[in-house]
């Protein structure tokens, strides 16, 4: 998924060297090594390969000497220590940087059998960063209390990428059989997908057909709707989401209201919006204050209520007086204005030309 970390890194390595550290990738095989692989956009992602059959410490263990012999090699200079996740920490707590920057994306002690030691983590996170971002509004004014440069910046979008959805784009072959009307969703589907309000949705209206593109993680396939008219495509590479998005007639964000959805920010409504297609959203706190207020997402508290803002978007929709209210919105909205004001946060804790960015 190219999602907030890949849109950041990639903007920060026009000025950084950037390390992308991925979560280990498991095999049969006994041996331990980093790959490493450049990308186009200027990031080196690392990937720690390792035996299947690991300890939980010997993981962490051998995620450090992999990670310390590269870094070792290479002969840095000054280092910038960019978290997205707090679960990093342990074996990344002896580095010494000159910035240590904490990109709170999610509250992820909240999600249902998130691991206890997940909050001494974050906690410790907390302590150590000189610099706390949030992906949203509502998770800065939780975090706000707990360190005192936290600063909200919220999610954005490539206007530019999701604006080719406002044309007729040539249609997707897994697409192409599936007739309208279309409620497309993209994404992660997960413990924050509310898995019965799609399946009621579907149930209550069977000629509407519901297509469902992301990976499903961390839930029992078995438990998603079944049916007829809800279609499952699976991921998508990022550039092809457009392609999708422009023949769809009504996007959906069918977020379940929880513990774990309390603090999200999803950067798809912003894509929605960017291209042109009306969306419908349970009510996520910060798609309310942004979009929902402004009159340009429909906040639905039930089931009754999802469908009925999804017929008035298919029966009611003015396209041009759309777009104009959708642009006021996003104008201004950019992943280069966010990288912009975060590189102004980081320059008041950090002094040197050259840096080091591990991400």
């Known amino acids: 998924m190219y999602q907030r970390p890949q849109h950041i890194m990639s903007r920060m390595a026009q000025d950084y060297q950037v390390l992308f550290l991925e979560e280990p990738a498991l095999s049969d095989s006994p041996r331990i090594w980093l790959e490493s692989l ?50 990093s920490l342990v074996f990344t707590d002896h580095l010494r940087a000159q910035v240590t920057i904490f990109d709170c994306m999610d509250e992820l002690s909240a999600f249902k059998d998130a691991p206890p ?51 007729v784009l040539a249609v997707p072959e897994d697409q192409q059989c599936i007739p309208h009307p279309r409620l497309g969703y993209f994404g992660v589907i997960d413990k924050r997908f509310d898995i019965e309000l799609i399946r009621e ?7 509407w057909q519901i297509i469902l593109i992301g990976p499903v993680v961390k839930i029992d396939p078995a438990t998603l709707p079944h049916m007829d008219n809800v279609h499952y495509l699976g991921s998508k590479p990022y550039r092809d989401l457009p392609a999708y998005l422009s023949g769809w007639d009504v996007a959906l964000m069918p977020f379940a209201l929880n513990d774990s959805t309390r603090f999200i920010s999803p950067t798809k409504t912003p ?56 642009d006021a919105v996003l104008a201004g909205e950019s992943w280069d204005n966010t990288c912009a004001a975060m590189k102004a946060q980081i320059g008041l804790v950090t002094i040197g030309e050259q840096t080091q960015c591990l991400g």
Request: with cysteine; hydrophobic share 45%; aromatic share 8%.
């Open 38 to 87: 450049p990308q186009a956009c200027g990031v080196t992602v690392l990937v720690p390969h390792l035996p299947l059959q690991m300890q939980p410490d010997q993981v962490i263990a051998a995620q450090r000497m992999l990670l310390d012999g590269f870094m070792d090699a290479q002969q840095f200079g000054d280092l910038l220590l960019w978290y997205f996740t707090p679960m």
């Open 117 to 167: 030691e997940l909050v001494e983590q974050g906690q410790a996170l907390m302590k150590r960063a000189d610099v706390v971002f949030t992906g949203g509004f509502s998770l800065w004014e939780a975090k706000r209390l707990q360190h005192a440069n936290a600063h909200s910046m919220p999610s954005s979008v490539d206007i530019g990428h999701f604006a080719a959805a406002r044309n």
């Open 201 to 207: 949705v579907a149930e209550s209206q069977p000629t």
């Open 271 to 326: 894509e929605y919006l960017a291209g042109g297609c009306p969306v419908v959203s349970t009510r996520i706190a910060d798609v309310v204050r942004t979009y929902g207020e402004s009159g340009v997402v429909a906040i639905a508290d039930d089931t009754d209520a999802f469908v009925r803002a999804i017929r008035e978007a298919l029966a009611h929709r003015d396209p041009a007086d759309f777009l104009r209210k959708v």
